[in-house]
Protein backbone atom coordinates (compact mmCIF):
# COMPACT_ATOMS: atom_id res chain seq x y z
CA UNK A 1 0.00 0.00 0.00
CA UNK A 2 1.25 3.43 -0.65
CA UNK A 3 0.24 6.85 0.62
CA UNK A 4 1.81 8.66 -1.68
CA UNK A 5 -1.34 11.06 -2.94
CA UNK A 6 -2.87 11.44 0.97
CA UNK A 7 -2.57 13.49 3.59
CA UNK A 8 -2.65 11.32 6.29
CA UNK A 9 -3.52 14.28 8.82
CA UNK A 10 -6.79 15.68 7.22
CA UNK A 11 -7.52 13.01 5.11
CA UNK A 12 -7.81 14.54 1.19
CA UNK A 13 -6.07 13.69 -1.72
CA UNK A 14 -3.38 16.06 -2.29
CA UNK A 15 -0.05 15.64 -4.64
CA UNK A 16 2.72 13.01 -4.08
CA UNK A 17 5.89 14.26 -1.32
CA UNK A 18 7.73 13.88 -4.88
CA UNK A 19 5.99 16.42 -6.88
CA UNK A 20 7.14 19.51 -7.27
CA UNK A 21 4.21 21.16 -6.32
CA UNK A 22 4.42 19.15 -2.91
CA UNK A 23 8.21 20.05 -2.29
CA UNK A 24 7.67 23.70 -2.85
CA UNK A 25 4.81 23.64 -0.01
CA UNK A 26 6.69 21.78 2.32
CA UNK A 27 9.63 24.12 1.29
CA UNK A 28 7.28 27.02 2.51
CA UNK A 29 5.84 25.57 5.48
CA UNK A 30 9.18 24.78 6.95
CA UNK A 31 10.55 28.57 6.53
CA UNK A 32 7.46 29.20 7.91
CA UNK A 33 8.99 27.15 11.17
CA UNK A 34 12.64 28.40 10.78
CA UNK A 35 11.18 31.98 11.29
CA UNK A 36 10.95 33.66 8.07
CA UNK A 37 8.82 36.02 9.17
CA UNK A 38 10.36 36.81 12.65
CA UNK A 39 11.89 40.02 13.55
CA UNK A 40 14.95 39.04 15.58
CA UNK A 41 16.03 42.41 17.19
CA UNK A 42 13.39 44.79 18.06
CA UNK A 43 15.49 46.97 20.48
CA UNK A 44 16.43 49.63 17.51
CA UNK A 45 12.48 49.15 15.85
CA UNK A 46 11.19 52.14 15.30
CA UNK A 47 7.57 52.31 16.17
CA UNK A 48 5.75 53.14 13.38
CA UNK A 49 1.72 51.75 13.48
CA UNK A 50 -1.06 54.13 13.39
CA UNK A 51 -4.55 53.81 14.12
CA UNK A 52 -7.65 54.95 13.19
CA UNK A 53 -10.30 53.74 15.23
CA UNK A 54 -14.08 54.47 14.00
CA UNK A 55 -17.99 54.08 15.27
CA UNK A 56 -17.94 52.94 19.09
CA UNK A 57 -15.54 49.54 18.75
CA UNK A 58 -12.95 50.91 16.97
CA UNK A 59 -13.04 54.13 19.00
CA UNK A 60 -12.94 51.76 22.36
CA UNK A 61 -9.92 50.16 21.27
CA UNK A 62 -7.85 53.19 20.05
CA UNK A 63 -8.60 54.49 23.69
CA UNK A 64 -7.16 51.12 25.09
CA UNK A 65 -4.47 50.95 23.01
CA UNK A 66 -3.07 54.08 24.52
CA UNK A 67 -3.61 53.62 27.58
CA UNK A 68 -2.27 49.87 27.91
CA UNK A 69 0.77 51.45 25.32
CA UNK A 70 4.56 50.61 27.34
CA UNK A 71 6.22 53.24 28.45
CA UNK A 72 8.99 52.95 25.85
CA UNK A 73 6.69 52.68 22.85
CA UNK A 74 8.30 55.50 21.45
CA UNK A 75 11.71 55.97 22.49
CA UNK A 76 13.31 54.44 19.57
CA UNK A 77 14.49 57.10 17.00
CA UNK A 78 12.34 57.38 14.53
CA UNK A 79 9.33 56.28 15.57
CA UNK A 80 6.39 57.69 15.36
CA UNK A 81 2.29 57.15 16.36
CA UNK A 82 -0.72 59.07 14.79
CA UNK A 83 -4.42 58.25 16.19
CA UNK A 84 -7.24 59.62 14.75
CA UNK A 85 -11.11 58.45 16.88
CA UNK A 86 -14.05 58.96 14.76
CA UNK A 87 -18.06 58.68 15.55
CA UNK A 88 -21.45 60.16 15.84
CA UNK A 89 -22.49 61.15 18.78
CA UNK A 90 -25.87 62.16 18.15
CA UNK A 91 -26.73 62.64 21.69
CA UNK A 92 -24.72 59.54 23.67
CA UNK A 93 -22.83 60.34 26.33
CA UNK A 94 -20.75 56.87 26.46
CA UNK A 95 -19.33 58.49 22.96
CA UNK A 96 -18.33 61.43 24.05
CA UNK A 97 -16.72 60.03 27.42
CA UNK A 98 -14.80 57.72 25.03
CA UNK A 99 -13.65 60.92 22.83
CA UNK A 100 -12.47 62.50 25.99
CA UNK A 101 -10.81 59.95 27.42
CA UNK A 102 -8.76 59.71 23.98
CA UNK A 103 -7.65 63.36 24.38
CA UNK A 104 -7.17 63.33 28.43
CA UNK A 105 -4.63 60.49 27.08
CA UNK A 106 -2.74 62.50 24.57
CA UNK A 107 -0.35 64.01 27.58
CA UNK A 108 1.18 60.59 28.35
CA UNK A 109 3.38 60.76 24.74
CA UNK A 110 6.11 63.39 23.61
CA UNK A 111 4.38 65.54 21.27
CA UNK A 112 7.21 65.49 18.89
CA UNK A 113 5.87 61.75 18.25
CA UNK A 114 2.72 61.99 18.51
CA UNK A 115 -0.34 63.13 16.85
CA UNK A 116 -3.85 62.07 18.37
CA UNK A 117 -6.88 63.13 17.08
CA UNK A 118 -10.78 62.88 18.07
CA UNK A 119 -13.80 63.97 15.73
CA UNK A 120 -17.14 64.20 16.78
CA UNK A 121 -19.95 64.25 14.06
CA UNK A 122 -22.84 65.51 14.64
CA UNK A 123 -26.06 64.57 13.31
CA UNK A 124 -26.98 67.20 10.42
CA UNK A 125 -30.94 67.72 9.59
CA UNK A 126 -32.36 65.90 7.16
CA UNK A 127 -32.70 69.07 4.43
CA UNK A 128 -28.75 69.45 4.87
CA UNK A 129 -28.20 65.89 4.13
CA UNK A 130 -30.30 66.00 1.27
CA UNK A 131 -28.46 69.01 -0.06
CA UNK A 132 -25.38 67.18 -0.07
CA UNK A 133 -26.25 64.07 -1.46
CA UNK A 134 -27.73 65.99 -4.18
CA UNK A 135 -24.55 67.32 -5.31
CA UNK A 136 -22.75 64.06 -5.01
CA UNK A 137 -22.29 63.50 -8.41
CA UNK A 138 -20.21 66.99 -8.91
CA UNK A 139 -18.20 65.78 -5.85
CA UNK A 140 -17.42 62.46 -7.70
CA UNK A 141 -16.62 64.26 -10.47
CA UNK A 142 -13.90 66.07 -8.86
CA UNK A 143 -12.47 63.20 -7.16
CA UNK A 144 -11.94 61.00 -10.17
CA UNK A 145 -12.24 62.91 -13.98
CA UNK A 146 -12.88 59.90 -15.04
CA UNK A 147 -16.41 59.02 -13.57
CA UNK A 148 -19.01 58.24 -15.61
CA UNK A 149 -21.88 60.60 -14.90
CA UNK A 150 -24.82 58.67 -13.36
CA UNK A 151 -27.80 60.59 -15.85
CA UNK A 152 -30.51 58.51 -13.36
CA UNK A 153 -28.73 58.90 -9.88
CA UNK A 154 -30.96 59.50 -7.05
CA UNK A 155 -30.13 60.22 -3.41
CA UNK A 156 -30.22 57.23 -1.74
CA UNK A 157 -31.59 58.53 1.31
CA UNK A 158 -35.67 60.24 0.64
CA UNK A 159 -36.26 63.52 1.29
CA UNK A 160 -38.70 62.44 3.98
CA UNK A 161 -36.33 59.97 6.28
CA UNK A 162 -36.60 59.98 9.21
CA UNK A 163 -33.47 60.29 11.40
CA UNK A 164 -32.84 58.44 14.86
CA UNK A 165 -33.74 59.76 17.56
CA UNK A 166 -30.90 60.97 20.49
CA UNK A 167 -29.43 57.74 21.19
CA UNK A 168 -31.07 55.34 18.74
CA UNK A 169 -28.85 53.51 16.59
CA UNK A 170 -27.23 54.40 13.32
CA UNK A 171 -28.07 52.75 10.14
CA UNK A 172 -24.98 52.18 7.49
CA UNK A 173 -26.44 54.14 4.77
CA UNK A 174 -26.80 57.01 7.34
CA UNK A 175 -23.58 56.86 8.78
CA UNK A 176 -22.30 56.79 5.37
CA UNK A 177 -24.41 60.27 4.16
CA UNK A 178 -22.69 61.78 7.15
CA UNK A 179 -19.55 61.01 6.50
CA UNK A 180 -19.67 62.05 2.64
CA UNK A 181 -21.38 65.19 4.23
CA UNK A 182 -18.43 65.72 6.49
CA UNK A 183 -15.39 64.18 3.63
CA UNK A 184 -16.90 66.28 0.35
CA UNK A 185 -18.87 69.47 1.27
CA UNK A 186 -18.44 72.50 2.94
CA UNK A 187 -15.52 73.02 4.91
CA UNK A 188 -15.03 69.79 4.38
CA UNK A 189 -13.58 68.83 7.90
CA UNK A 190 -13.09 64.73 7.60
CA UNK A 191 -10.95 65.37 3.92
CA UNK A 192 -8.75 67.70 6.74
CA UNK A 193 -8.50 65.22 9.24
CA UNK A 194 -7.28 62.63 6.81
CA UNK A 195 -4.48 64.91 5.32
CA UNK A 196 -3.53 65.48 8.69
CA UNK A 197 -3.26 62.02 9.53
CA UNK A 198 -1.56 61.07 6.39
CA UNK A 199 1.00 63.74 7.21
CA UNK A 200 2.22 62.67 10.62
CA UNK A 201 2.09 58.82 9.32
CA UNK A 202 4.46 59.73 6.11
CA UNK A 203 6.70 61.33 8.91
CA UNK A 204 7.42 58.17 10.40
CA UNK A 205 11.53 57.16 9.98
CA UNK A 206 11.00 53.73 9.44
CA UNK A 207 8.40 51.10 8.24
CA UNK A 208 4.75 52.26 8.40
CA UNK A 209 1.20 50.48 8.55
CA UNK A 210 -1.87 51.91 9.13
CA UNK A 211 -5.01 50.01 10.98
CA UNK A 212 -8.57 50.85 10.40
CA UNK A 213 -11.03 49.83 13.17
CA UNK A 214 -14.33 48.97 13.53
CA UNK A 215 -17.43 46.92 14.75
CA UNK A 216 -18.37 44.81 11.73
CA UNK A 217 -22.19 44.57 13.81
CA UNK A 218 -22.40 48.28 14.38
CA UNK A 219 -24.24 51.02 11.86
CA UNK A 220 -21.26 53.92 12.47
CA UNK A 221 -18.12 52.16 12.07
CA UNK A 222 -19.02 49.52 9.21
CA UNK A 223 -21.11 52.41 7.54
CA UNK A 224 -17.50 54.73 7.12
CA UNK A 225 -15.03 52.52 7.19
CA UNK A 226 -15.12 51.60 3.81
CA UNK A 227 -15.32 55.00 1.68
CA UNK A 228 -12.16 56.13 4.62
CA UNK A 229 -10.15 53.78 3.61
CA UNK A 230 -10.60 54.17 0.10
CA UNK A 231 -10.11 57.93 0.63
CA UNK A 232 -6.94 57.26 2.48
CA UNK A 233 -5.52 53.99 0.61
CA UNK A 234 -6.04 54.84 -2.58
CA UNK A 235 -6.63 58.61 -2.53
CA UNK A 236 -4.29 60.65 -0.27
CA UNK A 237 -1.63 58.08 0.10
CA UNK A 238 -1.94 56.46 -3.70
CA UNK A 239 -1.39 53.20 -2.18
CA UNK A 240 2.09 53.65 -0.53
CA UNK A 241 1.46 52.55 2.69
CA UNK A 242 -0.02 49.62 3.73
CA UNK A 243 -3.19 49.02 5.61
CA UNK A 244 -4.83 46.36 7.40
CA UNK A 245 -8.77 46.41 8.84
CA UNK A 246 -9.08 44.78 11.50
CA UNK A 247 -13.31 44.39 11.96
CA UNK A 248 -14.72 43.04 15.47
CA UNK A 249 -17.28 40.79 14.85
CA UNK A 250 -20.61 41.06 17.14
CA UNK A 251 -21.37 38.17 19.93
CA UNK A 252 -24.25 36.94 21.60
CA UNK A 253 -24.73 39.62 23.68
CA UNK A 254 -25.50 42.25 21.56
CA UNK A 255 -28.59 43.95 21.77
CA UNK A 256 -29.31 44.56 18.10
CA UNK A 257 -31.56 42.62 16.79
CA UNK A 258 -30.72 43.17 12.70
CA UNK A 259 -26.92 42.84 13.55
CA UNK A 260 -27.18 39.89 11.08
CA UNK A 261 -29.02 41.42 8.14
CA UNK A 262 -26.41 44.79 8.47
CA UNK A 263 -23.29 42.15 8.38
CA UNK A 264 -24.42 40.46 5.34
CA UNK A 265 -24.10 43.24 3.22
CA UNK A 266 -21.12 44.55 4.94
CA UNK A 267 -19.29 40.53 4.41
CA UNK A 268 -19.84 41.24 0.49
CA UNK A 269 -18.62 44.91 0.46
CA UNK A 270 -15.36 43.52 1.82
CA UNK A 271 -15.66 40.62 -0.46
CA UNK A 272 -16.01 43.00 -3.27
CA UNK A 273 -13.23 44.79 -2.29
CA UNK A 274 -10.42 41.66 -0.95
CA UNK A 275 -11.12 39.10 -3.33
CA UNK A 276 -9.17 40.47 -6.33
CA UNK A 277 -11.47 38.43 -9.00
CA UNK A 278 -14.53 40.12 -7.74
CA UNK A 279 -12.60 43.76 -7.25
CA UNK A 280 -11.89 43.66 -10.57
CA UNK A 281 -15.27 44.00 -11.22
CA UNK A 282 -16.25 46.36 -9.42
CA UNK A 283 -13.27 48.57 -10.72
CA UNK A 284 -14.27 47.81 -14.16
CA UNK A 285 -17.71 49.94 -13.04
CA UNK A 286 -16.60 52.10 -10.57
CA UNK A 287 -12.99 53.46 -11.47
CA UNK A 288 -9.43 52.89 -9.57
CA UNK A 289 -10.71 54.34 -6.82
CA UNK A 290 -12.85 51.39 -5.62
CA UNK A 291 -9.14 48.89 -5.49
CA UNK A 292 -9.09 47.05 -2.65
CA UNK A 293 -7.90 49.58 -0.03
CA UNK A 294 -6.58 46.97 2.71
CA UNK A 295 -2.92 46.51 1.00
CA UNK A 296 -1.73 44.31 4.31
CA UNK A 297 -4.95 42.34 4.34
CA UNK A 298 -8.01 41.96 7.00
CA UNK A 299 -8.29 40.12 10.36
CA UNK A 300 -11.56 40.12 12.06
CA UNK A 301 -11.40 39.49 15.96
CA UNK A 302 -14.47 37.37 17.24
CA UNK A 303 -16.35 38.44 20.08
CA UNK A 304 -18.14 35.12 20.69
CA UNK A 305 -15.55 32.93 22.81
CA UNK A 306 -15.16 35.72 25.35
CA UNK A 307 -18.81 36.51 25.57
CA UNK A 308 -19.93 32.72 26.22
CA UNK A 309 -16.87 32.68 28.99
CA UNK A 310 -17.42 35.67 30.69
CA UNK A 311 -21.19 36.69 30.23
CA UNK A 312 -21.18 39.82 30.50
CA UNK A 313 -21.19 42.29 27.84
CA UNK A 314 -18.87 45.41 29.06
CA UNK A 315 -16.12 42.59 30.28
CA UNK A 316 -15.89 40.98 26.46
CA UNK A 317 -15.45 44.49 25.14
CA UNK A 318 -12.65 45.01 28.03
CA UNK A 319 -11.00 42.02 26.91
CA UNK A 320 -11.11 41.98 23.30
CA UNK A 321 -10.04 45.37 23.26
CA UNK A 322 -6.87 44.22 25.40
CA UNK A 323 -5.92 41.81 23.35
CA UNK A 324 -6.42 44.03 20.00
CA UNK A 325 -4.11 46.73 21.81
CA UNK A 326 -1.39 44.25 22.97
CA UNK A 327 -1.34 42.95 19.47
CA UNK A 328 -0.72 46.45 18.37
CA UNK A 329 2.11 47.89 20.99
CA UNK A 330 3.87 45.15 22.14
CA UNK A 331 7.80 44.77 21.15
CA UNK A 332 7.21 47.78 19.32
CA UNK A 333 4.69 46.45 17.44
CA UNK A 334 6.76 43.60 16.24
CA UNK A 335 4.16 41.44 16.93
CA UNK A 336 1.29 42.71 14.25
CA UNK A 337 4.05 42.76 11.82
CA UNK A 338 5.05 39.43 12.04
CA UNK A 339 1.41 37.91 11.52
CA UNK A 340 1.53 40.02 8.72
CA UNK A 341 4.35 38.46 7.29
CA UNK A 342 3.02 35.01 8.55
CA UNK A 343 -0.48 35.59 6.61
CA UNK A 344 1.34 37.03 3.39
CA UNK A 345 3.50 34.01 3.13
CA UNK A 346 1.42 31.21 3.81
CA UNK A 347 -1.17 32.38 1.18
CA UNK A 348 1.73 33.01 -1.02
CA UNK A 349 1.86 30.41 -4.49
CA UNK A 350 4.62 28.11 -3.22
CA UNK A 351 7.17 29.86 -5.92
CA UNK A 352 6.82 33.08 -4.35
CA UNK A 353 9.42 35.01 -2.67
CA UNK A 354 8.43 35.68 1.37
CA UNK A 355 8.46 39.72 0.86
CA UNK A 356 6.13 39.35 -1.93
CA UNK A 357 2.68 41.01 -1.51
CA UNK A 358 0.06 38.00 -2.19
CA UNK A 359 -2.97 38.10 -3.55
CA UNK A 360 -5.27 36.65 -1.46
CA UNK A 361 -8.55 35.62 -3.71
CA UNK A 362 -11.94 34.76 -1.96
CA UNK A 363 -10.19 33.66 1.16
CA UNK A 364 -9.26 36.91 2.40
CA UNK A 365 -10.01 36.87 5.66
CA UNK A 366 -7.58 36.28 8.73
CA UNK A 367 -8.97 35.41 12.39
CA UNK A 368 -7.45 36.71 15.48
CA UNK A 369 -8.44 34.41 17.97
CA UNK A 370 -6.65 34.03 21.80
CA UNK A 371 -7.08 32.36 25.25
CA UNK A 372 -6.16 32.64 28.75
CA UNK A 373 -3.03 30.38 29.71
CA UNK A 374 -4.78 29.07 32.36
CA UNK A 375 -7.92 28.27 30.52
CA UNK A 376 -9.33 30.38 32.69
CA UNK A 377 -11.99 32.53 32.17
CA UNK A 378 -11.27 32.31 28.72
CA UNK A 379 -10.35 28.49 27.40
CA UNK A 380 -10.13 26.72 24.08
CA UNK A 381 -12.11 23.31 24.09
CA UNK A 382 -13.98 21.59 21.60
CA UNK A 383 -16.40 24.33 20.96
CA UNK A 384 -14.32 27.02 19.78
CA UNK A 385 -14.72 25.92 16.12
CA UNK A 386 -18.62 26.54 16.20
CA UNK A 387 -17.70 29.67 18.67
CA UNK A 388 -15.63 31.55 16.52
CA UNK A 389 -18.42 30.83 13.32
CA UNK A 390 -16.20 28.33 11.39
CA UNK A 391 -17.79 25.40 9.40
CA UNK A 392 -16.11 22.23 9.77
CA UNK A 393 -15.02 22.54 6.19
CA UNK A 394 -12.50 24.94 6.78
CA UNK A 395 -8.77 23.68 7.72
CA UNK A 396 -5.48 26.31 7.90
CA UNK A 397 -2.22 25.48 6.36
CA UNK A 398 -0.02 27.16 9.38
CA UNK A 399 -1.04 28.12 12.91
CA UNK A 400 1.69 30.21 15.16
CA UNK A 401 0.70 30.70 18.93
CA UNK A 402 2.27 34.45 20.58
CA UNK A 403 2.76 33.78 24.46
CA UNK A 404 4.70 35.62 26.89
CA UNK A 405 6.94 32.47 27.77
CA UNK A 406 6.80 29.31 25.93
CA UNK A 407 7.96 27.68 28.62
CA UNK A 408 4.74 27.75 30.49
CA UNK A 409 3.71 24.23 30.92
CA UNK A 410 0.24 24.94 29.58
CA UNK A 411 1.41 26.13 26.58
CA UNK A 412 2.00 22.83 24.70
CA UNK A 413 -1.46 21.73 25.62
CA UNK A 414 -2.86 24.61 24.24
CA UNK A 415 -0.76 23.71 21.00
CA UNK A 416 -2.13 20.15 20.70
CA UNK A 417 -5.75 21.29 21.42
CA UNK A 418 -5.42 23.68 18.34
CA UNK A 419 -3.81 21.15 16.25
CA UNK A 420 -6.84 18.90 17.14
CA UNK A 421 -9.18 21.25 16.08
CA UNK A 422 -8.00 22.35 13.27
CA UNK A 423 -5.90 19.66 11.71
CA UNK A 424 -3.39 22.09 10.13
CA UNK A 425 -0.96 20.84 7.54
CA UNK A 426 2.22 21.34 10.09
CA UNK A 427 2.13 21.02 13.71
CA UNK A 428 1.48 24.91 15.54
CA UNK A 429 5.04 27.08 16.34
CA UNK A 430 4.81 28.90 19.51
CA UNK A 431 6.31 32.44 19.51
CA UNK A 432 7.72 34.59 22.68
CA UNK A 433 6.74 38.19 23.28
CA UNK A 434 3.08 37.86 23.99
CA UNK A 435 1.23 39.51 26.32
CA UNK A 436 1.37 38.30 29.74
CA UNK A 437 -1.31 35.27 31.17
CA UNK A 438 -2.59 35.32 27.52
CA UNK A 439 -1.76 33.35 23.79
CA UNK A 440 -3.03 34.72 20.65
CA UNK A 441 -3.21 32.67 17.54
CA UNK A 442 -4.34 33.91 13.91
CA UNK A 443 -6.20 31.30 11.82
CA UNK A 444 -5.12 32.18 8.06
CA UNK A 445 -7.00 32.43 4.91
CA UNK A 446 -10.65 32.33 5.85
CA UNK A 447 -13.45 32.36 2.69
CA UNK A 448 -16.52 34.13 3.77
CA UNK A 449 -18.00 30.75 2.82
CA UNK A 450 -16.13 29.07 5.70
CA UNK A 451 -18.22 31.20 8.29
CA UNK A 452 -21.62 29.82 9.39
CA UNK A 453 -22.99 32.99 10.45
CA UNK A 454 -22.39 34.25 6.96
CA UNK A 455 -24.98 31.92 5.93
CA UNK A 456 -27.16 33.41 8.64
CA UNK A 457 -26.60 36.54 8.04
CA UNK A 458 -27.76 35.97 4.58
CA UNK A 459 -31.36 34.52 5.44
CA UNK A 460 -32.04 37.51 7.95
CA UNK A 461 -30.85 40.31 5.15
CA UNK A 462 -33.26 38.37 2.86
CA UNK A 463 -35.87 38.20 4.95
CA UNK A 464 -35.88 41.73 5.90
CA UNK A 465 -38.30 44.73 4.42
CA UNK A 466 -36.84 46.26 1.15
CA UNK A 467 -36.08 49.57 2.58
CA UNK A 468 -34.03 47.80 5.45
CA UNK A 469 -31.88 46.59 3.14
CA UNK A 470 -31.27 49.07 1.45
CA UNK A 471 -30.12 50.79 4.75
CA UNK A 472 -27.96 48.24 5.60
CA UNK A 473 -25.83 49.26 2.49
CA UNK A 474 -22.60 51.71 2.25
CA UNK A 475 -20.49 50.74 -0.41
CA UNK A 476 -21.58 51.85 -3.87
CA UNK A 477 -24.24 53.77 -3.06
CA UNK A 478 -23.09 57.15 -4.51
CA UNK A 479 -22.69 54.83 -7.33
CA UNK A 480 -26.69 53.99 -7.63
CA UNK A 481 -25.91 50.66 -6.68
CA UNK A 482 -27.25 48.35 -3.97
CA UNK A 483 -24.71 45.46 -4.01
CA UNK A 484 -26.54 42.69 -2.62
CA UNK A 485 -29.87 42.69 -5.05
CA UNK A 486 -30.00 41.48 -8.45
CA UNK A 487 -29.01 43.19 -11.15
CA UNK A 488 -32.15 45.57 -12.76
CA UNK A 489 -30.18 45.36 -16.27
CA UNK A 490 -28.23 42.23 -16.75
CA UNK A 491 -29.26 38.72 -15.73
CA UNK A 492 -27.09 36.96 -13.06
CA UNK A 493 -25.26 39.79 -11.97
CA UNK A 494 -25.44 41.60 -8.73
CA UNK A 495 -25.97 45.39 -7.85
CA UNK A 496 -29.57 46.58 -8.43
CA UNK A 497 -29.84 50.14 -9.30
CA UNK A 498 -31.14 52.43 -6.77
CA UNK A 499 -34.29 54.60 -7.69
CA UNK A 500 -34.20 54.25 -11.73
CA UNK A 501 -30.35 53.91 -11.82
CA UNK A 502 -29.27 51.58 -14.59
CA UNK A 503 -25.68 51.38 -13.31
CA UNK A 504 -24.21 47.79 -11.78
CA UNK A 505 -21.22 45.67 -11.39
CA UNK A 506 -19.55 42.58 -13.00
CA UNK A 507 -20.37 40.58 -9.79
CA UNK A 508 -22.28 37.17 -10.31
CA UNK A 509 -25.17 37.26 -8.07
CA UNK A 510 -24.28 33.97 -6.82
CA UNK A 511 -21.12 34.53 -5.69
CA UNK A 512 -22.29 37.62 -3.39
CA UNK A 513 -24.74 34.44 -2.18
CA UNK A 514 -22.01 32.00 -1.58
CA UNK A 515 -23.91 29.78 -3.45
CA UNK A 516 -22.46 26.00 -4.04
CA UNK A 517 -20.60 25.56 -7.11
CA UNK A 518 -19.27 29.13 -7.48
CA UNK A 519 -15.19 29.70 -6.50
CA UNK A 520 -16.34 30.72 -3.69
CA UNK A 521 -16.33 26.86 -2.65
CA UNK A 522 -13.46 26.36 -4.45
Not at 224 to 229: P, Q, S
Not at 368 to 389: N, R
Not at 491 to 508: F, H, L, Q, R, T
Given at each position: ???????????????????????????????????????????????????????????????????????????????????????????????????????????????????????????????????????????????????????????????DYTLPKVGEKVPRALAKAI???????????????????????????????????????????????????????????????????????????????????????????????????????????????????????????????????????????????????????????????????????????????????????????????????????????????????????????????????????????????????????????????????????????????????????????????????LLNHALLLEQGILLCEPST??????????????????????????????????
Open positions: MTTAGLDLLRGRPTPAISSTEAKLQQRKLDALRRGVHKITDTSTLPYGIHMIGIGGAGTRVVQQMLQDSPDDLLATNGSRMTALAIDISNGNSEIDSTLNNINNLTKKFPSDRTQIETISLSMPAVDELQDSLSRYRDFLKLEYPLYHWNQDYEPWLSAYGRAYYDGERPLAAALRKFAKSVEATNGDMLVCIVFGLGGGTGSGMALDLARHLSNGIFGRRVLVTGIGIAPCGGDLDSDVGAKIYPLINELDCLCDETKNIGVVRSCGDLYKNPFTAGFLTVPQEPVWQSMGNLADTHQRVNEEIASLLTLRHGANLWEVLRLLNWVAAPSTQHSAARTPWGAQWMHMLGFSDLSGQPVGIDDELPKQLGLLPSYAPEFIELRVDNAANVNVQTLSTKLQTLFSPEAAPSIAEGGKKGSVQFTLPRVAKTDMRWFFEARDKYEAAPVHERRIEGMAGAGVGSSKNWVAVPMSELRGEPGTTEHG
